[in-house]
């Protein structure tokens, strides 16, 4: 069994403010492969070398280029990192102007994607503007609006991320945020509609405009990644999976992971190192 390393945001250096700029250096001092997972994004861009990642049992190469996204209560792994350079920026939810908090909300967000050629030297040259003004000794503790334009602009510059590209209408957006909060105790398509004042058919059609599936293939699918994680990571057996996602007792669960997985909940977690 892996234990997982649960991880706090706290403000470093002198500026308090609510990010950060490593590189890759210093997360090979800190991590030494540990599994974990934090409370705050994490943002990795891979200046040069090859390795690999883990993001919610999911192997992702990296490389030159390479951007990845890591949310709040995402289970990761750093892999293969030894021959990477790069930098990585840790940011709280609040840390972007609101504008650009959107694509980040609303989503277990994990993912990884090459950055544009053309668009690179302005990305890095981003991230070094971000780095100087975080370690910046003389800013005030309460001078954070900065860092956070700095932030967002980062954002901007890494634009469309992942969550952008499947962002779909304003209805799906919602839709996503409430599955989102949601999702541990309501599993129905009906209560979201009720809840966000559709229909069900149009929360249908907005989830398979966005993403080509339909609203309860996703409300399904973040209940079984939580289902994973539950099961690989905290190491519960079915029957507290079944009270923590709400669903009505073990047989029922183990009837969804089965559906969903082709196999029994204990089985698969077996398979888990």
């Not at 399904?220 to 519960?236: I, V």
């Amino acid at each position: 069994m892996s234990e997982i390393l649960q991880m706090t945001y706290q403000a470093a250096g002198p500026s308090q403010a609510q990010a950060e700029v490593l590189t890759f250096d210093s997360l090979r001092r800190r991590n030494r492969g540990r599994t974990q997972r934090g409370d705050f994004y994490v943002l990795a861009v891979v200046r040069a070398g090859h390795g690999s990642a883990v993001l919610d049992f999911r192997t992702h190469a990296l490389a030159e280029r390479t951007v990845v996204l890591i949310g709040p209560g995402v289970v990761h792994r750093w892999t293969d990192i030894a021959e990477l350079t790069g930098d990585i920026v840790l940011f709280v939810p609040t840390a972007p102007q609101p504008s650009a908090r959107h694509p980040l909300s609303g989503a277990a967000t994990a993912a990884s994607w090459t950055a544009p050629a053309p668009s690179w030297r302005l990305v890095t040259a981003a991230v070094e503007h971000l780095r100087l003004e975080t370690e910046h000794e003389n800013r005030a503790p309460s001078g954070t609006e900065i860092p956070s334009l700095l932030l967002s602009a980062l954002l901007a510059r890494l634009s469309p991320l992942p969550a952008d590209q499947e962002a779909g209408s304003t209805v799906f957006q919602r839709f996503r945020t409430s599955v989102e909060r949601h999702f541990q105790t309501h599993h129905e398509v009906r209560y979201y509609a009720s809840a966000l004042g559709y229909s069900p058919r149009t929360l249908s059609r907005a989830a398979h405009a966005a993403t080509g599936r339909s609203a309860k293939s996703h409300i399904n699918e973040r209940l079984l990644l939580e289902a994973k994680r539950l099961l690989a990571h905290d190491r519960l057996t079915a029957t507290r999976c079944a009270e923590r996602l709400g669903f009505t007792d073990a047989s029922n669960f183990s009837a969804f992971f089965l559906r969903e997985t082709g196999q029994r909940p204990g089985a698969w977690q077996a398979t888990q190192p």
